[in-house]
C-alpha cells in the first residue's frame, strides 16, 4: 500500500515537472508574428471588446423577439384579505401585444447595426494593438543593440584606461591623460546602464501587451533591418478613403 501511493506521488510529481517543462517551452524566444498572435488573443483590451460584441449580439436576437404576452387575474368581492376561494367576482384574461407592422423589423436593423459598428471597433483596436506591439518589439530589438554596443564600449574605455594607468606610471604621460581616460571610461559605464534600462522598459511594454506580467523574462527573435515598402501617395489616399 505505502509503495503504491509513493508511486503516485511520484508520477503526480513528474506530471508537474512535464506540464511546467512544457510550459517554459512555450516561453521561448518569441517572433514578431508569435507577439501579434498573442497580442490579438490574450490582450484585455482585445477581449472586453469580443465581450462586448457577443453582447451586442445578444441585443439584436433581444431586438428582433416577439413581445411576451401577459396573464391577468383579477379578484373582487372577497370576504377578507386573500380569500380567493371566496371572492364573489374572479375574471381570468389572456392578452398579446401586437406591434405597429415593420417596428419590429427596424429595432432589428438598429441593433444589427450597432453590432457592425463594435465590429468595426474591434478590427481597428487591432490594428493600433498591432501598431503598439511592433513598436515595442523593435524598440527591444533596438535596445539589445544599444547593450551590446555599449558593452564595446565599456571594454575599450577599460582597455585604454588600464593601458593609460600604466603609461602614467612609467612616466610616458600626465596625471591629465588618466583623468580622461577616467571620464570617458564613466561615461561608457552609464551608457550601459541607459541602455540596460531602456531594455526593461520595452521589455516591460511588450509584456504590458501581451498580457504577460511586466518582470516576466522575455526573448524575441529577429533583425531590425526590414525591407523597404514602396508608397504612393494617391494609393494611400484612396485607400485611406476606403477604408
Known sequence: M???????IVLAVMGVFGILGAQAAKEGPFSLEQCLDLAVRQNPMILSSFEKFKASQARESQALALPQPSLNIDSDLQPRALDFKGSGESYWGFSQLLEF????????????????EIRSEIELLKLDIGFQVKQAFFGLLLAQEKIKCAQQDLELSEDFLNKAELKKAAGDIAEVEVMRARVEHAKTTN?????QNEKKLAAAMLNY???????DPLEIKGELKRSSVPLDID?????????
Do not use: N
Not at 102 to 108: E, I, M, N, Q
Not at 209 to 215: D, E, G, P
Open 209 to 215: 501587451l501581451l498580457a504577460r506580467r511586466k518582470f
Open 101 to 116: 407592422p415593420g417596428k419590429r423589423s427596424v429595432r432589428g436593423k438598429i441593433a444589427s447595426r450597432e453590432s457592425e
Open 191 to 195: 551608457a550601459l546602464k541607459t541602455a
Open 235 to 243: 494609393k494611400l489616399k484612396q485607400q485611406a478613403l476606403t477604408s
Open 2 to 8: 505505502i509503495q503504491r501511493k509513493f508511486r503516485h
